[in-house]
């Protein structure tokens, strides 16, 4: 499970960072680890399909593979998940902070100043 | 048995009241934050066999003059073939009353325990696929390091951790970028610390109960004061491997730039991160007597519904 984790990663990684949609082939090429079944690839390729990350277009006698979103956008979903305060995020991760108010965060600034002041002062003396 | 019932109905009165509702304020939590939860969690534990307890004593009660008397005498009825197992009306109805409490508590916390972990697995998942390392090692390392710490490409700061069985730390670039060397180590020092003490476990009943009994302000109350001890002994973990004053400077920082959109988060806006960095520069004096004496109170606190339970004498 591991193994088909990693694998899983690395052709995201080479889906992401293609220009364009790439057949089973390109990615075989691209991966690092070039001893590589096709049909491997293919394995993990119908995997990443079935979870949505992944679609599938016909191209002649070849299907291109190209991924449903940037790794920007699934970025965007975690944070979004992670920080939304109205669904029960405690329970599920435990932020470093939660938000503050905008007055808060005035105050904070000022903690800020006062913190890296004494911890110079630690440093230093 | 009606002494238990009554013993029983106050000390869950007393816990249930007073008590949520003086805890939260006390100023000396800070100074003891994980003696504090271990009280919290008796608070909890012995307000749920309390109620519950006064509930099934009280329907039985007619039975006999013990709880376990009781129970054996009404199983044997039912054994027997007589459906109220002997009791009136009434008391059916109050120990079906305990019986659905019951369920409704344990089942509010199975749920929400599998709705977390389902959750947390989901997340885990696209993290580990989206995520790069944040020390580049050897691409395909297959003993990868049992905490591994994720960056997300994403400008907001954020750092937050993933307990379980393969936990995660995440951090975003936007928190990478924003904090020193120094601090980043104490960041994610204390989102190991709460991996290590698992945080995730200590809070999950206060979530589910306040989820479940949504009516009770002072089960809501007790959550908000158990997440804040929490990050109270995350920060001191954390400050046990690095300087105070630096997780501080990285706890302002993080506060001074993430501040909400104003009005979408009046709710959350409780002044504990300001309180967290107050205490982490002006720590206060910790207290072994307090230490002992919270220590106390909590097995004191565990140890009285279960003897008025099981007394015979009663």
Redesign the interface.
């Known amino acids: 499970m591991?193994?088909l984790?990693?694998l899983?990663?690395?052709v995201?990684e080479v889906l992401w960072s293609a220009p364009d949609s790439c057949t089973a082939r390109d990615i075989v090429a691209a991966l690092?680890?070039r001893d590589l079944a096709a049909t491997t690839v293919l394995t993990v390729l119908s995997r990443l399909e079935r979870k949505d990350?992944v679609a599938r277009d016909r191209d002649g006698r070849a299907h291109r593979y190209r991924p449903t979103a940037t790794?920007?956008q699934?970025?965007?979903?975690?944070?979004h998940?992670?920080?939304d305060?109205a669904e029960?995020r405690?329970?599920?991760?435990?932020?470093?902070?939660?938000?503050?108010?905008?007055?808060?965060?005035?105050?904070?600034?000022a903690?800020?100043v006062?913190?890296?002041r004494?911890?110079s002062g630690?440093r230093d003396g | 048995m009606t002494l238990t019932v009554v013993a029983l109905t106050l000390l869950a009165v007393a816990l249930l009241g007073p008590v949520s509702h003086l805890l939260p304020r006390a100023r000396w939590a800070a100074a003891e934050p994980r003696a504090t939860l271990v009280l919290w969690q008796a608070v909890g534990l012995s307000a749920g066999l309390a109620v519950l307890g006064a509930a099934a004593a009280m329907a039985v009660a007619p039975l006999s003059d013990t709880l376990l008397g009781a129970f054996r005498i009404f199983f044997a009825r039912l054994a027997a073939g007589d459906p109220t197992g002997g009791l009136g009306p009434f008391h059916t109805v109050v120990l079906l009353v305990a019986l659905v409490l019951t369920a409704r508590l344990l089942g509010v916390l199975g749920l929400?325990t599998w709705r977390?972990v389902r959750?947390?697995g989901r997340?885990r998942?696209?993290?580990?696929?989206?995520?790069r390392p944040l020390r580049p090692g050897p691409?395909?390392g297959?003993g990868s390091a049992q905490r591994e710490s994720l960056v997300?490409?994403?400008p907001?700061p954020?750092?937050?951790?993933?307990?379980g069985g393969t936990p995660r730390v995440?951090l975003?670039s936007g928190?990478v970028e924003l904090f020193d060397d120094e601090e980043l180590a104490a960041?994610l020092a204390?989102?190991r610390a709460?991996l290590a003490e698992r945080?995730?476990l200590v809070?999950?009943p206060f979530?589910?109960w306040s989820?479940a009994l949504p009516w009770l302000p002072t089960v809501r109350r007790s959550r908000t004061a158990v997440?804040r001890l929490?990050?109270m002994v995350?920060d001191d973990r954390a400050c046990a491997d690095c300087?105070r004053?630096?997780l501080?400077?990285a706890?302002?920082?993080?506060?001074?730039?993430?501040?909400?959109p104003?009005g979408a988060?009046?709710?959350?806006?409780?002044?504990?991160?300001?309180a967290?960095?107050?205490r982490?520069?002006d720590p206060p004096r910790r207290s072994a007597r307090l230490r002992s004496l919270l220590i106390a109170a909590a097995a004191t606190l565990l140890v009285l519904p279960t003897l008025a339970l099981l007394t015979t004498t009663l």
């Open positions: 591991a193994r984790g990693e899983e990663r690395a995201m690092p680890d990350l790794r920007e699934h970025a965007a979903t975690l944070m998940e992670a920080l305060t029960d405690t329970a599920a991760l435990a932020s470093f902070a939660e938000q503050v108010s905008a007055g808060e965060a005035e105050q904070l600034a903690s800020l006062e913190a890296l004494r911890r630690a | 929400s977390t959750a947390r997340h998942r696209m993290v580990d696929l989206v995520g691409a395909t297959t997300l490409d994403h907001a954020a750092a937050y951790c993933l307990p995440v975003t928190a960041v204390h989102e709460h945080h995730d809070v999950l979530a589910a989820k997440d929490v990050e995350a300087d004053t630096v501080a400077c706890l302002a920082r993080f506060g001074a730039v993430s501040h909400a104003d988060l009046a709710a959350t806006g409780t002044g504990t991160v300001l967290r960095v107050d982490l520069l």
